[in-house]
């Protein structure tokens, strides 16, 4: 499949123009990967695939490649980040994921991850369908539930009442861990330190340090509040802190 039917299968509402253009950009990112030998080189494809990512097309293959760029420029936080972002599309990819472990393991700040919240224990169906295939179900149940309902008053088969109340179920329970794991609430949620910081006790560099040792490229954390530049943080088997936003990729 092209990269342009790709585009369409993912966003067909997209104009013909944006599409060539989008295509254009990603196969340029391509053509720059492929003859980067430098740190700078890697990044230069990243670049063009951020200006893809800022422009509001999002997919797992975007997000992959964005890892993998950032990867072989050293910048090993930015690659698990989108590692993870694209797992949000691409959630059974072994590739990705081996991929992401290589990312965590060469992170100098790696440390625990951050705990997943309630409902992705309840709703453990969440690693194995992607954000799309569970927006499609949500979207398919609440389709076909009333037009269960209208069959079944009409031939008064009880039998499929039942069927359109599971169905509506399904759909309201999809919408809504669709809604909470969506690309947007994680990029609201979660962070991960990008080079070297540290982390502060309140908001500017006069308060003294959270943490005993300055956080490195890889802490991944949990959001907490944000103000004045600094965004607050809940990291893993350490304790809170106030970072600098100049040092955090979301």
Request: with cysteine; aromatic share 10%; glycine share 8%.
């Amino acid at each position: 499949m092209t990269m342009l039917v790709l585009i369409y299968a993912i966003a067909p509402d997209l104009l013909a123009d944006s599409v060539l253009d989008l295509e254009k950009d990603f196969l340029r990112s391509l053509e720059l990967f492929d003859v980067a030998k430098s740190p700078e080189e890697f990044r230069e494809s990243a670049k063009v695939l951020e200006s893809i990512d800022a422009g509001g097309f999002r997919n797992g293959i975007v997000y992959y490649n964005l890892g993998n760029a950032y990867y072989r420029a050293g910048d090993f936080g930015r690659a698990i980040l989108k590692y993870r972002k694209a797992k949000l599309y691409r959630p059974r990819d072994p590739l990705l994921e081996a991929n992401l472990q290589q990312a965590l393991a060469s992170a100098p700040g790696k440390i625990a991850e951050p705990q997943k919240p309630w409902w992705q224990h309840v709703m453990f169906w969440q690693d194995s369908l992607s954000h799309p295939a569970r927006v499609a179900i949500a979207l398919i149940s609440s389709a076909l539930a009333p037009l269960l309902v209208l069959v079944a008053l009409l031939i008064r088969h009880r039998n499929l009442l039942w069927i359109a109340g599971g169905l509506t179920s399904l759909a309201l329970l999809f919408t809504l861990e669709a809604g909470l794991n969506s690309p947007e609430i994680f990029s609201a949620s979660r962070a991960i330190i990008t080079g070297e910081t540290v982390a502060r006790k309140g908001i500017g560099k006069d308060y003294e340090a959270a943490f005993d040792a300055p956080l490195k490229d890889g802490a991944e954390f949990i959001v907490l509040d944000e103000a004045s530049g600094w965004t607050f943080g809940h990291f893993a088997g350490i304790g809170d802190g106030w970072v600098r936003n100049e040092c955090v990729a979301r």
